[in-house]
C-alpha cells in the first residue's frame, strides 16, 4: 500500500468505523436508559398505588377516600409512563440500534493493519463495514413499514 493508501485507511478507521461504532453503542445506551428507568418509575408507581390501596383498606388516618384517590392516580401515572414506554418503542429501537454496534464490534476481527494491508483486505472489510450499516438502514425502513406489536 502507499502512503496515501495508509492514510485513506486511517481516516477511514477512524472517521468512518469508528465514529459510526461509537454513534450506535450511544445510542443503545441512551435507549437501554431510558427503557429501564420507565420500567423503574412505573414499577415504584405499581408500588405506591398497591401501598396507597393497603393503606385505605386499613383506613389509616380515617383516610380512606383519600387513599383511594391516590391508589388510582399512581396506577394512572404508571400506565401513562408504560404506554409512552411503548409508544417511543425504546426496547425494540434500543436493539436495532445494539444489534447493529454488536455486529461493528464484531467486525474489528477482521480490521485490517494499515502499513501492512493488502488492497483486497481492506475492500472486504470496507464492504464489510458498509453492508453491516446499510443492512441497518433497512432494517429501520422495516420497522417503520411494520412495527412491532406494542401492546
Same mark, same amino acid.
Given at each position: 500500500?502507499?502512503?496515501?493508501d ?8 477512524? !472517521?468512518r ?5 461509537a454513534?450506535?453503542?450511544?445510542r443503545?445506551?441512551e435507549?437501554?436508559t431510558a !427503557?429501564?428507568?420507565?420500567l423503574m418509575a412505573?414499577?415504584?408507581l405499581?408500588? +405506591? ?8 383498606a ?7 377516600a383519600?387513599?383511594?384517590?391516590l391508589? &388510582?392516580?399512581?396506577?394512572? +401515572? ?6 409512552y ?9 434500543g436493539?436495532l ?5 454488536d ?9 485490517p493493519d494499515?502499513?501492512t494491508?493488502?488492497?483486497q483486505? &481492506?475492500?472486504?472489510?470496507v464492504?464489510? &463495514?458498509? =453492508?453491516?450499516? =446499510?443492512?441497518? !438502514?433497512?432494517?429501520?425502513e422495516?420497522?417503520v413499514d411494520?412495527p412491532?406489536d406494542?401492546?
Amino acid at each position: 500500500m502507499t502512503d496515501r493508501d495508509e492514510q485513506a485507511l486511517r481516516a477511514y478507521l477512524r !472517521h468512518r468505523y469508528a465514529d459510526q461504532f461509537a454513534y450506535y453503542e450511544s445510542r443503545a445506551d441512551e435507549y437501554a436508559t431510558a !427503557h429501564g428507568q420507565a420500567l423503574m418509575a412505573s414499577t415504584m408507581l405499581l408500588l +405506591a398505588a398497591g401501598a396507597c390501596g393497603v393503606l385505605g383498606a386499613a383506613d389509616i388516618w380515617a383516610f380512606r377516600a383519600g387513599w383511594g384517590v391516590l391508589a &388510582v392516580a399512581f396506577a394512572g +401515572a404508571a400506565a401513562f409512563i408504560t404506554g409512552y414506554d411503548a409508544l417511543l418503542g425504546y426496547e425494540p429501537i434500543g436493539g436495532l440500534y445494539q444489534n447493529t454496534a454488536d455486529r461493528l464490534y464484531a467486525l474489528r476481527a477482521i480490521e485490517p493493519d494499515p502499513s501492512t494491508a493488502d488492497p483486497q483486505q &481492506v475492500a472486504a472489510y470496507v464492504t464489510a &463495514v458498509e =453492508s453491516v450499516l =446499510s443492512q441497518e !438502514h433497512v432494517r429501520w425502513e422495516e420497522l417503520v413499514d411494520d412495527p412491532p406489536d406494542r401492546a
